[in-house]
């Protein structure tokens, strides 16, 4: 029995070397366990990221998002390439929280970046299905420095603009790319009200073909926009850029203005400022998840809830007086 | 002393009865008690609550939001006036979680809805300042209970359209009204990816003058968008109308459309099956509200907070293990 038991323990020291070899099945296993929501992973997840943790945050990490129609895939996979041929080692991870919704829109990630996928100096993970945001969103922050363990130097986190997944993306990453493209006139299409004051660069994406005038437009547009705008990392100006995804052009300017973001952020010493602040935050939303999940675990507060919850729902009783109950049976048990 | 602490005491008794009997200087202290961030008013402010309860709910709760500009207080002006002509008292309350920021804004509120701040059949609360955004929307569902045992039968609750505030808008009213207006083309302004999904209807608002042929193309181009978004409310179609806030145009047609769905909702159960939900979900936000706070004024865990916190914002220490161990500290002590 003993033995059986031991089999089935997870190897921690052996996915830890693996992951620091830059083996890729280790990566993946590694991943996958910090993703899982079973109780017996949980140690072993801790354990495993307390081990790797001296060894991560050697990388720039890069937020994408836009509307659906974008081309966020597309760009990525040509971004990406781009990226590994000037011996960049790119994982590219997503953060998708409507994904236990649209199953479908996620399974499709791997293909929809077809030469990036078959790079060998690239690390593409579709995001786990379900969960709510803070869950999704605090694995993806674990794979981030699970990547950067395994010697990944450039990790890509996209994301589709939809509620507030801008906002979570923007606390886990030093610099957003926000795509968009041109509508019929010269507009910007789907463009949420809030976001370009969280970009570091606004790419019009699909400047090619018939479209090129269109999207200088737009760009033109949007940085006559920038100029009404607190820019989202102090001392840098959000740079307003065109390209295609498909054709590859402007790639190459957007890689160059990165690293130009990147010299100058960490010379003044914004880049660690701003990756202390999201450790701090991060460390916060980690509390307070974990700490809601012991109130309802507790069994005076299952038992009590429903009678309380009822009692609020007919109206008879003020919710903040209902919570206060709650609490003290929290408390007291 | 015992005289002196006595006259200090918040008469909860005479409170009740001036609401009640529709004093609007005791309903203006009252709500002014539950946006009370004191300790000591928080006793008062919850017998208050309960002893005014069991009159609550008698009111239809319309919410408004639109980008600035759409010209939000007009409308209401306007729309509120012919709601009182009507017969109706009307109370008008407002979600400012920004105001901290831009204090400016409430201020004016008062006079920006000028007729309506002269008819006796209505009251006007400015949102309190500062706060968070739980705290004020917590505040804002206790002043619509007050205002309604205060015999207020339409609460307009209104709200810039920016970041959240659509949503918890829509998680305290029976109907919510999108107030956008035509941009220099026909296409629609300020309008947020995901609102219309959760309004009740439309409104292309200063459709006057030059304006009104834009304004009805603006409205067409809505009706056909409407087609594939799944309604806010089981069962009514979200409709898409024009309107101006400053000529009166519409109002009335709008008063209509609200008390149809009003009659449709209450016949079919919907009606009182959404307010139930809203219940449920308010008593939850109350529940982690409080939690959280009784974590973050634990003795030990303030003390071993700070030592945590740099340990992980250093990158010595995941946050998940953090957070852990600060749980273990307040479960003990």
């Known amino acids: 029995m003993e033995e059986k038991a031991d089999r089935q323990y997870i190897d921690i020291r052996a996915l830890v070397k693996g992951v620091l070899r830059g083996d890729r099945a280790a ?119 699970i990547c950067e363990a395994a010697r990944y130097d450039i990790i890509i986190v996209e994301t589709v603009g939809a509620g507030q997944n801008e906002v979570t993306l923007r606390s886990m990453v030093d610099f957003l790319l926000l795509l968009l493209i041109a509508g019929a006139g010269d507009e910007l299409q789907g463009i949420k009200r809030g976001v370009i004051e969280i970009a570091d660069a606004v790419v019009i994406n699909k400047a090619d073909g018939d479209n090129i005038a269109r999207a200088q437009a737009a760009r033109a547009q949007m940085k006559r926009a920038l100029r009404f705008v607190a820019p989202a990392t102090v001392g840098w100006a959000t740079r307003a850029l065109t390209a295609s995804g498909l054709k590859g052009h402007g790639i190459e300017e957007i890689g160059e203005v990165i ?51 009822a009692a609020v729902m007919a109206g008879e009783l003020p919710a903040a007086a209902a919570a206060e109950e709650l609490l003290r049976l929290a408390l007291d048990g």
Chains 1, 2 share one sequence.
């Open 259 to 309: 690293s130009e973001f990147t010299a100058q952020t960490k010379a003044s010493g914004g880049f660690k400022q701003r990756r202390t602040e999201q450790r701090r935050a991060w460390l916060h939303s980690a509390i307070e998840r974990q700490w809601r999940d012991i109130l309802y675990g507790h069994e005076a507060v299952r038992a009590a809830l429903p009678q309380l919850e």
């Open 27 to 145: 990566l993946a296993r590694a991943i996958t366990l910090v993703e899982s929501a079973a109780p017996q992973h949980k140690n072993a997840a801790q354990a495993l990221l307390a081990q790797l943790l001296p060894y991560a945050g050697q990388s720039v990490r890069i937020g994408v998002t836009g509307p659906p129609g974008a081309g966020k895939s597309t760009f990525i996979d040509t971004f990406g390439c781009a990226l590994t041929q000037r011996g960049h080692k790119v994982a590219v991870l997503a953060i998708d929280p409507s994904s236990a919704l649209h199953r479908g829109s996620i399974l499709g990630d791997k293909t929809r970046m077809e030469s990036l996928s078959r790079d060998e100096n690239a690390f593409i993970r579709p995001s786990p299905t379900g969960g709510v945001l803070g869950g999704v969103a605090s694995t993806t922050r674990e794979a981030i420095l």
